[in-house]
């Protein structure tokens, strides 16, 4: 699984460049809007321009597009992706951590205990389906992106104010994961 969002672009770009077996890996983004890939706001479509698309290899890997593009998909794909992930957890989880502390497309404290659900945020026109911390908890290895300055703040209240009442989706995670849990950050960060 792989984040949305610019912090993992440099990380996608390297890692295009390493002679991987790639056709042995599957990947999907950890959350989507619903927008068409082309879209700028298109997660799935990040990773195909910034890593598959770079990819000399013939043999890439597959890039799953198992999130909609458009509106009338939405519970049509919910129980796709439902059905997928009931049978196959993912075995790594690349997410990052926004400004405000969320990660996957996960804001606030949701309880489901189904593998994806729909949000839709007051401040974006569109619609988002996200992983939920149903799945996430589950994953053998989550590894957290952190990078630049705009990041420091949030990553010191995921780290280090567990006093803090606000619901923070990565101090969930790295707290309930059963998994390892690694954080990657840049010295701004």
């Not at 619903?34 to 910034?50: A, D, F, Q, Y």
């Not at 939405?74 to 993912?90: C, H, R």
């Not at 974006?124 to 996430?136: D, F, V």
Request: charged share 25%; net charge positive; aromatic share 10%.
């Amino acid at each position: 699984m792989l984040p949305g969002g610019n912090s993992p672009k440099v990380f996608l770009n390297e890692l295009s460049n390493y002679n991987i077996n790639w056709n042995k890996i599957s990947l999907i983004a950890t959350d989507e809007r619903v927008v068409p890939l082309t879209s700028n706001n298109s997660n799935t479509g990040m990773i195909k321009r910034e890593l598959v698309d770079r990819i000399e290899n013939k043999d890439k890997p597959q890039l799953m597009e198992l999130y909609p593009k458009k509106k009338k998909d939405i519970e049509n794909k919910l129980k796709l992706l439902e059905k997928y992930f009931y049978n196959n957890i993912p075995k790594i989880a690349f997410l990052g951590i926004g400004e405000d502390g969320h990660t996957a497309g996960i804001f606030k404290a949701k309880t489901t205990k189904d593998n994806c659900y729909l949000v839709k945020n007051l401040a974006e026109p569109y619609h988002r389906i996200t992983i939920s911390m149903n799945l996430l908890i589950r994953v053998p290895y989550l590894i957290f992106f952190v990078l630049g300055s705009n990041k420091k703040k949030s990553l010191q209240k995921t780290l280090f104010n567990e006093n803090n009442k606000k619901f923070l989706p990565a101090r969930f995670l790295l707290k309930h994961g059963f998994g390892e849990k690694i954080i990657l950050c840049d010295r701004e960060a």
